[in-house]
């Protein structure tokens, strides 16, 4: 059992564990509720680590880690709770930060950072808990957001996100409180909304989606606050 000890700096930082990751070279990465970030090194079972310092703009943005992502370049993507999103430099062991500013149309959308995944052409999806989703341009170092927009039946269910899953076909699958999933086809413009509709008993059984999940049937599951839907894409069914 690993655990944090206050007297030892090389101790795991936080009790709390928030996310896990295994990176290429066989690190793993641990996030913390309030402790940053955490990597454990299989070789002493020593934890170097990470964290945010107000008098260092190139530290971690902040200590309540959520998602650890490393996309196929092996760039390390880490989310968090208030903070924004961060992107780790190996060579130099610091963090570049993109948080919200209400002034730039083309920042992240929200700090709160719920989920990170790249998709089969290489972008990079960012799901925010309070400002909808976020799509990375590398070429700008800028994000193209998308949010709820009640006179567009084609736009995001919610902005409120809480997962992304992208299936063998490349369609994205955003997951919402409140609102059900989204699909999205990143070929096309527009998003499908599937939600619970009480007059329909096909419909998904719950508006709340935790998750979604393919399994190697090529069947997709969906985890909602009201059970687990099963989604028959030649019918539209759950």
Same mark, same amino acid.
């Given at each position: 059992?690993?655990?944090? +000890? ?8 936080? $009790? ?35 964290? +945010? ?32 999103? $961060? ?49 990375? +341009? ?86 909602? $606050? ?13």
């Amino acid at each position: 059992v690993f655990k944090h +000890h206050p007297t030892d700096p090389r101790t795991l930082s936080d $009790n709390a564990i928030s996310a896990l990751h295994q990176d290429q070279a066989g690190d793993l990465w641990i996030g913390t509720e309030s402790g940053g970030l955490n990597r454990f090194d299989p070789q002493t079972e020593k934890f170097p680590r990470y964290q +945010h310092d107000p008098e260092d703009l190139e530290s971690l943005s902040h200590n309540f880690v959520l998602p650890i992502y490393e996309d196929r370049s092996g760039v390390l993507w880490v989310g968090t709770y208030g903070g924004g999103l $961060n992107l780790f430099d190996h060579e130099t062991e610091k963090f570049r930060r993109y948080e919200h500013n209400p002034e730039d149309p083309h920042s992240l959308s929200g700090n709160t950072v719920v989920d990170i995944l790249e998709d089969q052409f290489g972008t990079l999806w960012i799901a925010t808990f309070d400002g909808g989703l976020n799509r990375y +341009h590398p070429e700008s170092d800028s994000f193209t957001s998308y949010h709820h927009d009640p006179a567009d039946p084609h736009s995001l269910g919610n902005s409120t996100l809480a997962s992304l899953f992208v299936d063998h076909s490349g369609l994205l699958w955003i997951g919402a409180v409140g609102s059900g999933v989204s699909r999205l086809d990143p070929r096309q413009q527009g998003f499908v909304l599937y939600r619970h509709d009480p007059t329909d008993e096909d419909s998904l059984s719950n508006s709340n989606v935790r998750n979604v999940f393919e399994d190697r049937s090529g069947i997709l599951w969906i985890a909602t $606050n009201g059970g687990l839907n099963r989604y028959d894409p030649e019918t539209g069914r759950y």
